[in-house]
Antibody
Framework: QVQLVESGGGVVQPGRSLRLSCAAS????????MHWVRQAPGKGLQWVAV????????HHADSVSGRFTISRDNSKNTLYLQMDSLRAEDTAVYYC??????????????WGQGTLVTVSS | EIVMTQSPATLSVSPGERATLSCRAS??????VAWYQQKPGQAPRLLIY???TRATGTPARFSGSGSGTEFSLTISSLQSEDFAVYYC??????????FGPGTKVEI
């Protein structure tokens, strides 16, 4: 069955960096676009970034553009999110989510359990 | 950015009753709406896409309808496992996809 397991979250000071990983299994990882979606404590869902199946096309939300970078390694079935210049408002549970298609249809049929990132001094 | 609004914020219903959740887009998103269910401490689960197509494993008591700016999710007969928060999401304006604030369905 499809499994998405995030890791790399934790407590970090404002302005510092963190890299999240998402290990995928149970499907052909290289055939699907992948996303990061976040949820601040007690709040709703916010889309963060997408990467096409082959890594050639990627987009980031305006709120993280220039600070966060999505990437993937299809040889390792792993999705990444490099987060730089972190701010308090980036505090959230970060989910990786599987797109239904290779080139991204932008809705998500499987989600990981999430990893909590807390930005605090 | 397309703003998605959901109503009501909280819906109190009894098991076996019918529940209708509404979602409105600030401009037309055609039929590009998905619905997700989220239980406490869990990740969201896809229920509906394309406004009305049930995802694999979604029980038949869940149905979606609408197009343009007005959408709804109906649960025909609430079961105990259906008490959760429900989010709508538009994906017409990609990559600037947006979610609604959610409707909590409670007993």
């Amino acid at each position: 069955q499809v499994q998405l397991v995030e890791s790399g979250g934790g407590v970090v000071q404002p302005g510092r960096s963190l890299r999240l990983s998402c290990a995928a299994s149970g499907f052909t990882f290289s055939s699907h676009a992948m996303h990061w979606v976040r949820q601040a404590p007690g709040k709703g869902l916010q889309w963060v970034a997408v990467i096409a199946h082959d890594g050639r096309d990627k987009h980031h939300a305006d709120s993280v553009s220039g600070r966060f970078t999505i990437s993937r390694d299809n040889s390792k079935n792993t999705l990444y999110l490099q987060m730089d210049s972190l701010r308090a408002e980036d505090t959230a549970v970060y989910y990786c989510a599987k797109d239904v298609a290779a080139a991204a249809k932008y809705y998500f049929d499987y989600w990981g359990q999430g990893t909590l990132v807390t930005v605090s001094s | 950015e397309i703003v998605m609004t959901q109503s009501p914020a909280t819906l109190s219903v009894s098991p076996g009753e019918r529940a209708t959740l509404s979602c409105r887009a600030s401009q037309s998103v055609r039929g590009s709406v998905a619905w997700y269910q989220q239980k406490p401490g869990q990740a969201p689960r896809l229920l509906i896409y394309g406004a009305s197509t049930r995802a694999t494993g979604t029980p038949a008591r869940f149905s979606g309808s609408g197009s343009g700016t007005e959408f709804s999710l109906t649960i025909s007969s609430l079961q105990s496992e259906d008490f959760a928060v429900y989010y709508c999401q538009q994906y017409n304006d990609w990559p600037r996809i947006t979610f609604g604030p959610g409707t909590k369905v409670e007993i």
